[in-house]
């Protein structure tokens, strides 16, 4: 189990295990490189490692991005600020944004088939297309609530720990 938890961070196996095969012979029998252990050796496409950074890089920002947004909004609910509401929003909008830019990486790795003959790299320009339509959606939200607490204010509480829920979400 803590394997697993491991490999979704990026700390794991990378899926380098070669399955009970220990050391590679690469000796003169004719080897084949593609072989019952599944990986190639050599040049390796610029575009499937940065895809893999990049997915590495969406599950981190999207845990630490939603982790932080969950501590405001509990501050936020008891505090209620609506400049604290802003960036709560804001954060989880990012946070949200991370799925279909993950689900746009993880396909841009399939490989090409007859109908996609060029394979699906071009899903990312959609999965751009959903971030703005989120990031809109949370703007809209978060200037609703403010012009509302401009015609329904409400005392703000708990000055330190909305000052300490800004510093988290900074």
Not at 87 to 95: E, M
Request: no cysteine.
């Amino acid at each position: 189990m803590l394997t697993r938890i491991l490999d979704w961070f990026g700390f794991g196996s990378h899926g380098h295990d070669h399955g009970g095969h220990g050391g590679h012979d690469h000796g003169g029998q004719g080897h084949d490189h593609h072989g019952p252990h599944g990986h190639t050796h050599g040049v390796i496409d610029a575009t499937i490692a940065t895809t893999e950074r990049g997915i590495w890089a969406i599950k981190w920002s999207f845990v630490i991005l939603a982790t932080t947004a969950a501590l405001q909004l509990a501050v936020v609910l008891f505090s209620g600020s609506v400049a604290l509401l802003a960036d709560t929003i804001h954060n989880i909008a990012d946070a949200t944004t991370a799925i279909p830019l993950w689900i746009a990486f993880v396909l841009a790795r399939r490989r090409p088939t007859r109908t996609f003959t060029y394979g699906l790299g071009r899903v990312e320009d959609l999965a751009g297309i959903v971030i703005v339509l989120i990031i809109l959606a949370s703007a809209l939200v978060a200037g609703y609530e403010a012009i509302d607490r401009l015609f329904n204010p409400q005392p703000v509480r708990f000055l330190g720990w909305l000052a300490a829920a800004g510093v988290i979400g900074f």
